[in-house]
């Protein structure tokens, strides 16, 4: 099995910054896309960022800017640096990992328990 375990969130002023963390562990042979989703209460979930392997990145318009998505392959952990946080990034933010378990076997999305994010003065 594969576990992500994300760490980083936490309540921070308008304006402020946050990073959060996530390491996958277990049986892992490779990972492709890691990446970071978000919900906020009454809304849709919403794709914040993603990098591939090879450190391609995609962000979503609202955190352009803003947001910066890296990854260190050697750890299987993934980050995201929040800066100039507004209250409207405030969410239940989760990340992902496209992880391949063995050599041949095709590649599952396992994700984080989520890590609450409050911007708020």
């Known amino acids: 099995q594969v576990q992500l375990v994300e760490s980083g969130g936490g309540l921070v002023q308008p304006g402020g910054s946050l990073r959060l963390s996530c390491a996958a562990s277990?049986?892992?042979?490779?990972?492709?896309?890691m990446g970071w989703y978000r919900r906020a209460p009454g809304e849709q979930r919403e794709l914040v960022a993603v990098t591939t392997r090879g450190g391609s990145t995609t962000y979503a318009d609202s955190v352009k800017g803003r947001f910066t998505i890296s990854r260190d392959n050697a750890k299987n952990t993934v980050y995201l640096q929040m800066n100039s946080l507004k209250p409207e990034d405030t969410a239940v933010y989760y990340c992902?990992?496209?992880?391949?378990?063995?050599?041949?076997?095709?590649?599952?999305?396992?994700w984080g328990q989520g890590t609450q994010v409050t911007v708020s003065s």
């Open positions: 992902f990992a496209d992880a391949l378990r063995r050599v041949g076997s095709s590649s599952s999305r396992y």
């Open positions: 277990g049986t892992i042979f490779s990972i492709n896309a």
